[in-house]
Nanobody
Framework: VQLQASGGGLVQTGGSLRLSCVVS????????IAWFRQAPGKERAGVSC???????YCAQSVKGRFTIARDNAKNTVYLQMNSLKPEDTAVYYC?????????????????WGQGTQVTVSS
């Protein structure tokens, strides 16, 4: 089971990025995928999740700006991030839950990607 996160980079305030999480070694259809982020000096926090049936959740801090979506045929989950703010600066990780349920509890996710850096300049 492997997850590969990509798409991070440096963007100005108000800009957009799309993160991708490509999974391999398992069938994405049955898994929930979540995005977490960790800013410097802070604990890792949940950002968004999509369950196996397509139900989504976004943390209040990103609601209305971030959108999560999945393409099972491409074994990929996307996080579209719009109207980015400096406080969105963090390393973003994707993680997989084989039970497929909507969750933002880290211990529910047994497999993690390596992280991709997002930096938003003011």
């Amino acid at each position: 089971v492997q997850l590969q996160a990509s798409g991070g980079g440096l963007v100005q305030t108000g800009g957009s990025l799309r993160l991708s999480c490509v999974v391999s070694g398992f069938t994405l259809d049955y898994y929930a995928i979540a995005w977490f982020r960790q800013a410097p000096g802070k604990e890792r926090a949940g950002v968004s999740c999509i369950s196996s049936d397509g139900t989504t959740y976004c943390a209040q801090s990103v609601k209305g700006r971030f959108t999560i979506a999945r393409d099972n045929a491409k074994n990929t989950v996307y996080l579209q991030m719009n109207s980015l703010k400096p406080e969105d600066t963090a390393v973003y990780y994707c993680a997989a839950d084989p039970h497929g349920k909507l969750s933002m509890i880290e211990t529910d996710f047994g497999s993690w990607g390596q992280g991709t850096q997002v930096t938003v300049s003011s």
